[in-house]
């Protein structure tokens, strides 16, 4: 069964590091883009950014470039989301999705994580 | 990259149709086959139900379909059911530069 499995909840506080994790299974890879989406509470969908596992060729859409991190490990079939310091702000679910055809997103994201709940709070 | 507009709210009855808009510009649903929708209930990740303007991945019913006119991309689901009831969002691809923008979303009550 092709998956991706995401890191747990986490509550912290402004100004505090966070890596959140995304590991795919069932399929390789490292041929398939893989997006981070942001959902605000009541909100809705939002492009962070995308990442290649093969190369970790990274993109970022322009109101995240520079606020956040895209990384990935093929060797253990995980893709990050991080963040070095933390704000209120950034409060949110945050998914992890992969491309339906591996060598581009364009044809949409056919397999989700189950979502990361990301609370800052002082 | 402004998002894609859709309206706010749809509903029909059980059994009835309900077709959500997705209205971009021309840089990126008037430009492009590339837009997808993607179903997400409450507290769930979203699902893929139509890519490429109107193709259903496997396991989608035939009740959902996607066209696109200029610049303004629809859904439609038809035989409207229970389940039907979520949230929807469109999303195009808008160069390589701008691999995806996403529709402000539609919640759709079935009455």
Redesign the interface.
Known sequence: EVQLVQSGAEVKKPGESLKISCKGSGYTFTTYWIGWVRQMPGKGLEWMGIIYPGDSDATYSPSFQGQVTISADKSISTAYLQWSSLKASDTAMYYCARAAVGSSVRYGMDVWGQGTTVTVSS | ?S?LTQPPSASGSPGQSVTISCTGTSSDVGV?N?V?W?Q?HPGK????M???VSKR?SGVPDRFSGSKSGNTASLTVSGLQAEDEADY?C?S?AGS?N???????TKVTVL
Not at chain 2, 45 to 48: D, E, S
Request: charge should be neutral.
């Open positions: 990259q998002a492009y590339y997808s993607y997400q990740a979203p699902k893929l139509i890519y490429e991945p969002y999303n691809y530069n691999w995806g923008v996403f529709g402000t979303g």
